[in-house]
């Protein structure tokens, strides 16, 4: 027999045993990434923790143990609790306002209407342009003179220039406006979020749902929520880590004013850890986030996982 | 008769809430727009309208803004930052992803729910004992400390994103490559990567507008002006003693919102299909 073309042999590469080996292959492939975050995640994390209970100071680093000293005298200071109180507030507020927001919004969105596209557009917009931004734009509609807010309230006749309050300078109001502009911000994801979630519901669910006699309240509370919970379980995953560790809008709108009253714990924990330059109390401080974001994320995820059985 | 007059205030009412979430979402941008515009006599006035022009509108805060002031350096500094990290990501990112994707078993799973936690572990919470790593290294006030730390989370994010495009593609374009006489890693980088092209550029996307969006670590590793990446700087630098310059600061912050909107809003429907593609089936 003669075969009609001759098989080429390739050489064979010395790494062929790597090559083709999918799971030496597949720890390779992961290998840098894991190494990134192993070295500038995990290894800052346990400094973050050595730093609370050593004396380290930027003035003075050194790495001497003084075990829960620390802790004892950020629990005793009564700064530090309003300022843990202000953070629950502050989290909670925002998420639930911003859910709500959302789940309006996404009603609204849900219909086809001319423009949607347009409108989808917009209402994204506090989601993506970046924080810091948005927040130097609300402070300037907050101004104690000059905000739009206290003029178009005057020109309504609702209160007079003599009486305008003064948004961020008053204690109650500036938790007001750090929580409505965070909730602000957030909302636009929460839209996002609930309608990927409603419209991977199958429609013949629904259909079925409505032949059965299930008004409108019916099917979107015991029909459609069951069904996008896991969905929203990330949102507000997302949701509620990103606002009980921000600093950037209450840095931005008040610096943690008037008098710690929207003092938060990001802020607080930049504050003395890094203005004040007491590494080891500002370490100790951002500890006290971590309690709560597990909490937060263990139960997600649990939940996340019974819901896919 | 009175189904009309139900149906007509049913759509008015419609159309009025779907008008009032536009102005409370676009109102702000509005207002940087209308700030950047106005001459300074016509901004600091309390008795004019303040939602339109009462003098002629002028460009003069944004020649003031590029001449003046450091802000074309911060535009050059956020691009150069985006850029660099949005190398490193890829590079570790895709391989990642694609790896993770193909793992099966609770290795793989147990890594993928890892790389998503560490997207979740805040910068608040890191801040200090990266800041005396970057002064270590002797990278403090230098905007390529960002470059090195803003990967702790493009990477894990991108990872994630990545894993949930790989999981959709079909395992059998892999293993019709290897019958064809391609090794694993020939299937991967000669099949797998320019199939996954627009999912790579959903993830460079994502990382250069995350770059944009970061203010802690910027905040915390950068004072110099020159250094400064463009949302700090317009968000920080614009102040002179206790006097703010509204009008250039809007400029700024108008300027710089709005690569990052038009990215988001191309990129959305992918980006929602990606972070939450473990989550719908």
Same mark, same amino acid.
């Given at each position: 027999?003669? $075969?009609?073309?001759?098989?080429?042999?390739?050489?064979?590469?010395?790494?062929?045993?790597?090559?083709?080996?999918?799971?030496?292959?597949?720890?390779?492939?992961?290998?840098?990434?894991?190494?990134? !975050? +192993?070295?500038?995640?995990?290894?800052?994390?346990?400094?973050?923790?050595?730093?609370?209970?050593?004396?380290?100071?930027?003035?003075?680093?050194?790495?001497?143990?003084?075990? +829960?000293?620390?802790?004892?005298?950020?629990?005793?200071?009564?700064?530090?609790?309003?300022?843990?109180?202000?953070?629950?507030?502050?989290?909670?507020?925002?998420?639930?306002?911003?859910?709500?927001?959302?789940?309006?919004?996404?009603?609204?969105?849900?219909?086809?209407?001319?423009?949607?596209?347009?409108?989808?557009?917009?209402?994204?917009?506090?989601?993506?342009?970046?924080?810091?931004?948005?927040?130097?734009?609300?402070?300037?509609?907050?101004?104690?003179?000059? $905000?739009?807010?206290?003029?178009? @309230?005057?020109?309504?006749?609702?209160?007079?220039?003599?009486?305008?309050?003064?948004?961020? #300078?008053?204690?109650?109001?500036?938790?007001?406006?750090?929580?409505?502009?965070?909730?602000?911000?957030?909302?636009?994801?929460?839209?996002?979020?609930?309608?990927? #979630?409603?419209?991977?519901?199958?429609?013949?669910?629904?259909?079925?749902?409505?032949?059965?006699?299930?008004?409108?309240?019916?099917?979107?509370?015991?029909?459609?929520?069951?069904?996008?919970?896991?969905? !929203?379980?990330?949102?507000?995953?997302?949701?509620?880590?990103?606002?009980?560790?921000?600093?950037?809008?209450?840095?931005?709108?008040?610096?943690?004013?008037?008098?710690?009253?929207?003092?938060?714990?990001?802020?607080?924990?930049?504050?003395?850890?890094?203005?004040?330059?007491? !590494? $080891?109390?500002?370490?100790?401080? $951002? @500890?006290?986030?971590?309690?709560? @974001?597990?909490?937060?994320?263990?139960?997600?995820?649990?939940?996340?996982?019974?819901?896919?059985? | 008769?009175?189904?009309?007059?139900?149906?007509?205030?049913?759509?008015?009412?419609?159309?009025?809430?779907?008008?009032?979430?536009?102005?409370?979402?676009?109102?702000?941008?509005?207002?940087?727009?209308?700030?950047? *515009?106005?001459?300074?006599?016509?901004?600091?006035? /309390?008795?004019?309208?303040?939602?339109?022009?009462?003098?002629?509108?002028? *460009?003069?805060?944004?020649?003031?803004?590029?001449?003046?002031?450091?802000?074309?350096?911060?535009?050059?500094?956020?691009?150069?930052?985006? /850029?660099?990290?949005?190398?490193?990501?890829?590079?570790?990112? %895709?391989?990642?992803?694609?790896?993770? =994707?193909?793992?099966?078993?609770?290795?793989?799973?147990?890594?993928?729910? &890892?790389?998503?936690?560490?997207?979740?572990?805040?910068?608040?919470?890191?801040?200090?004992?990266?800041?005396?790593?970057?002064?270590?290294?002797?990278?403090?006030?230098?905007?390529?400390?960002?470059?090195? %730390?803003?990967?702790?989370?493009?990477?894990?994010?991108?990872?994630?994103?990545?894993? &949930?495009?790989?999981?959709?593609?079909?395992?059998?374009?892999?293993?019709?490559?290897?019958?064809?006489?391609?090794?694993?890693?020939?299937?991967?980088?000669?099949?797998?990567?320019?199939?996954?092209?627009?999912?790579?550029?959903?993830?460079?996307?994502?990382?250069?507008?995350?770059?944009?969006?970061?203010?802690?670590?910027?905040?915390?590793?950068?004072?110099?002006?020159?250094?400064?990446?463009?949302? *700090?700087? /317009?968000?920080?630098?614009? %102040?002179?003693?206790?006097?703010?310059?509204?009008?250039?600061?809007?400029? &700024?912050?108008?300027?710089?919102?709005?690569? %990052? =909107?038009?990215?988001?809003?191309?990129?959305?429907?992918?980006?929602?299909?990606?972070?939450?593609?473990?989550?719908?089936?």
């Amino acid at each position: 027999m003669v $075969s009609i073309a001759e098989p080429i042999t390739k050489p064979v590469s010395r790494f062929r045993f790597i090559m083709d080996r999918r799971e030496v292959l597949g720890s390779i492939f992961v290998a840098p990434a894991i190494l990134y !975050v +192993l070295l500038l995640v995990g290894l800052p994390f346990l400094l973050a923790v050595y730093y609370s209970i050593s004396a380290y100071t930027i003035y003075n680093p050194t790495w001497r143990f003084i075990g +829960l000293a620390n802790f004892e005298q950020i629990v005793s200071d009564p700064v530090f609790l309003e300022t843990l109180g202000n953070t629950f507030l502050f989290t909670f507020g925002s998420q639930f306002l911003g859910l709500v927001l959302g789940k309006f919004g996404a009603l609204l969105l849900l219909r086809p209407f001319p423009g949607r596209r347009i409108v989808r557009a917009l209402i994204i917009l506090p989601w993506a342009v970046p924080i810091a931004l948005a927040s130097v734009a609300w402070e300037w509609m907050f101004d104690s003179l000059y $905000s739009v807010i206290n003029w178009s @309230l005057i020109a309504l006749g609702i209160i007079t220039r003599a009486d305008a309050p003064n948004w961020l #300078g008053n204690p109650h109001l500036a938790m007001l406006c750090v929580i409505v502009v965070n909730a602000w911000r957030f909302f636009p994801f929460a839209i996002v979020i609930f309608l990927a #979630g409603i419209t991977s519901v199958p429609q013949d669910v629904i259909d079925a749902a409505t032949v059965d006699g299930a008004g409108f309240w019916r099917r979107n509370y015991q029909i459609i929520l069951p069904m996008i919970l896991p969905i !929203v379980a990330i949102g507000l995953i997302f949701g509620i880590v990103f606002t009980f560790t921000d600093l950037s809008v209450v840095y931005l709108l008040t610096n943690g004013g008037p008098v710690n009253a929207t003092s938060v714990l990001g802020f607080r924990g930049f504050q003395v850890g890094i203005v004040s330059g007491d !590494v $080891s109390h500002g370490a100790a401080i $951002s @500890l006290f986030m971590l309690p709560v @974001l597990f909490i937060v994320v263990i139960g997600m995820l649990r939940f996340i996982r019974r819901r896919e059985i | 008769m009175q189904r009309v007059i139900a149906k007509t205030f049913g759509e008015i009412s419609f159309y009025g809430a779907v008008a009032l979430f536009v102005v409370m979402t676009a109102f702000p941008f509005y207002w940087m727009l209308i700030t950047s *515009l106005k001459s300074n006599p016509d901004l600091y006035n /309390v008795t004019n309208i303040p939602f339109w022009f009462n003098e002629a509108p002028t *460009l003069e805060h944004y020649r003031y803004l590029f001449e003046q002031t450091m802000f074309a350096r911060w535009l050059l500094n956020s691009l150069i930052i985006g /850029v660099s990290v949005v190398a490193i990501t890829i590079v570790a990112a %895709v391989p990642a992803g694609y790896s993770l =994707a193909r793992m099966t078993g609770r290795t793989g799973e147990a890594l993928g729910i &890892g790389i998503f936690l560490t997207y979740l572990v805040p910068p608040t919470l890191l801040f200090l004992p990266l800041s005396r790593i970057v002064a270590n290294l002797g990278l403090q006030n230098s905007m390529w400390s960002l470059v090195l %730390v803003y990967p702790t989370f493009t990477i894990p994010f991108c990872t994630w994103l990545l894993m &949930g495009f790989f999981k959709a593609m079909p395992v059998e374009i892999e293993e019709a490559a290897i019958v064809d006489g391609c090794s694993l890693f020939g299937a991967f980088f000669r099949m797998v990567i320019p199939l996954s092209g627009p999912a790579i550029l959903t993830a460079v996307i994502f990382t250069f507008t995350l770059t944009l969006q970061e203010f802690v670590y910027a905040l915390t590793f950068i004072s110099s002006t020159a250094q400064k990446p463009i949302t *700090l700087g /317009v968000a920080t630098d614009l %102040v002179r003693g206790d006097i703010f310059f509204w009008g250039e600061i809007m400029a &700024g912050a108008l300027i710089a919102s709005i690569p %990052v =909107a038009i990215a988001y809003n191309l990129f959305l429907d992918r980006f929602i299909s990606g972070i939450t593609g473990g989550a719908v089936k």
